[in-house]
């Protein structure tokens, strides 16, 4: 096997007799990983408000975390926003006009009874993760052919406020259903649901400081029962936090960060690579 060499990565760890220093070098290290970690926070690809239906399990999370080197050890859950149920709007009449004008009209029967019910809001979920406020033209971007011949389906989601004290998640999963009950199937309509709920969180990016912050408490604590023959390296605290749904109403938010402890009397630390 012919390996070569791709990289070496040094981290200067200096000698010094003091046990004092070594604990003060210690303290300081971790405390300037979180400052360097807040002030180069890089640009996210969603606005700062944007609302972000979550849809993941703890398995995709896993997925990505392997990808990365392993799971996340630091996770801060956080309460969802709103809870929502996917509807669909079918119709089957012959025409594609009439079809078009069925779906519009059960859609006005929708806002109308939203109107009357302030704990319902109407909403459809553009590129499949940024939800938006449902609108009597926005709607028409997403109808498409249903499952069979001569028909047309819009897809709108209900959703309503997730309070901060919930004793029973599936009270609110059977408001949003009792709710879509209520819109009258007229003409060739079909109205349903698959009965599942997603969860939604307006501005996810929030909380990135805070699972920093942890991140960083969690290793200062290792390296503090440790000793201050110890120090910690780490990686990855500048990258995109993730979040995936925890439960029924919960979300984890994550980073993929590593580090490695090593002993305070290196002078450097030396990663190698290599390839066949």
Avoid at 7 to 20: E, I, P, T
Wanted: aromatic fraction near 6%; charge should be negative; include cysteine.
């Amino acid at each position: 096997m012919n390996k070569k060499m791709l990289a070496l990565k040094g981290a200067d760890c200096h000698v010094d007799n003091s046990k004092q220093e070594f604990a003060m070098r210690r303290i300081i290290f971790v405390a300037l990983s979180l400052s360097l970690s807040l002030f180069l926070l890089t640009p996210e690809p969603v606005a700062a408000q944007d609302e972000i239906v979550v849809t993941g399990s703890r398995i995709s999370r896993a997925n990505k975390f392997e990808e990365k080197g392993g799971a996340p050890g630091v996770t801060v859950i956080k309460r969802g926003d709103f809870l929502l149920l996917e509807v669909f709007i079918e119709s089957d009449a012959r025409d594609e006009t009439e079809r078009l004008s069925e779906i519009a009209a059960t859609i006005d029967r929708f806002i109308g009874l939203a109107r009357a019910d302030t704990s319902i809001e109407l909403s459809i979920v553009e590129s499949g993760t940024t939800v938006r406020n449902l609108t009597t033209m926005n709607y028409q971007q997403g109808i498409s052919r249903g499952g069979r011949p001569d028909t047309s389906i819009a897809r709108i989601r209900v959703k309503t406020a997730i309070p901060e004290q919930v004793e029973n998640s599936a009270n609110l999963a059977g408001k949003l259903s009792r709710f879509v009950d209520k819109v009258d199937e007229k003409g060739r309509i079909t109205i349903s649901t698959n009965g599942e709920t997603a969860v939604s969180v307006v501005d996810p990016y929030q909380y990135r400081n805070e699972v920093v912050a942890e991140v960083v408490k969690e290793i200062k604590t290792i390296t503090e029962t440790l000793g201050p023959e110890y120090v910690a390296i780490i990686e990855g605290l500048d990258r995109q936090v993730y979040w995936d749904r925890k439960g029924d109403i919960d979300l984890a938010f994550s980073l993929p960060y590593t580090y490695e402890i090593i002993p305070n009397t290196l002078h450097s630390k030396w990663r190698m690579e290599y390839e066949d």
